[in-house]
């Protein structure tokens, strides 16, 4: 069973991390993370690179500039590979 866990984030570096490190500590992983950084001026892209060589599993960046939180999933969604898909807000 493949699950992919989506995260949108907004201007959250710190909210980001915590949902990420938050995924890495289950004792199942997802076949994949894709973070959507919902910011037009990408504001997450450097924080997810700096964490991707380190991360137990594949963790994908994926930037939507057009604002709302609807884009974003929608953006995760089309990204995603698994064949069940988790949504995880960066502020849970």
Do not use: K
């Not at 995260?7 to 959250?12: C, H, L, S, Y």
């Not at 001026?41 to 991360?55: K, V």
Request: proline share 8%.
């Amino acid at each position: 069973m493949s699950v992919s866990v989506v995260i949108p984030t907004f201007r959250r570096p710190d909210g980001v991390l915590r949902a990420l490190l938050s995924v890495f500590a289950q004792t199942r992983l997802p076949e994949e993370i894709v973070v959507v950084d919902n910011d037009p001026a990408a504001s997450a892209r450097q924080t997810i690179a700096d964490l991707q060589a380190s991360a137990p599993c594949p963790l994908r960046y994926v930037h939507e500039a057009r604002p709302g939180v609807s884009n974003a999933r929608n953006a995760g969604f089309a990204a995603a590979s698994g064949r069940f898909i988790a949504f995880l807000d960066d502020d849970e």
